[in-house]
């Protein structure tokens, strides 16, 4: 007797995230939130409000000592080197996905918008908060009627 592998083509009640779920090795998740070095690069968060840009960087377990952040014309950058004490580098990890050692991420503003001179950032509770203000000539005005004579 031979086992087949169907792909649900005569059981609809078990999708093909079944069979790829069975059929990686458990140690072997392949998350798509790290970099070509196997670092972790944080997640970012990134809202606009008519004001400012808002930026939440998710870095848990650190410093806001360990944080660089640069503006350099319209580019911003986020970067971070994060040394371990030799006490923790000894101990055996069997998988060590904690790898916030170093990142760099960088984002593209847009041209002419941002007040450089009133941007603000904070750490807390393990997110990199970010403000970066509109420049006043940049922010979107609401609608206005305007009179037909």
Do not use: C
């Amino acid at each position: 007797m031979s086992l087949i592998k169907r792909n649900g083509a005569s059981s609809p009640a078990f999708p093909a995230l079944f069979d790829d779920f069975f059929s990686r090795d458990l140690f072997n998740w392949n998350n798509s939130n790290f970099s070509t070095t196997q670092t972790t690069i944080p997640s970012v968060n990134i809202k606009e409000t008519t004001e400012a840009f808002e930026v939440e960087l998710a870095a848990p377990g650190m410093e806001k000592t360990d944080f660089m952040v640069e503006l350099d014309g319209n580019q911003l950058t986020i970067s971070s080197v994060k040394q371990h004490s030799e006490e923790k580098e000894a101990q055996h990890y069997s998988r060590r996905e904690f790898s916030y050692q170093s990142f760099q991420r960088s984002f593209v503003l847009p041209k002419d918008v941002v007040d450089e001179d009133r941007i603000e950032a904070k750490y807390e509770k393990g997110l990199l908060h970010l403000t970066i203000p509109k420049k006043e000539e940049a922010k979107q005005k609401g609608p206005r009627r305007i009179e037909i004579g």
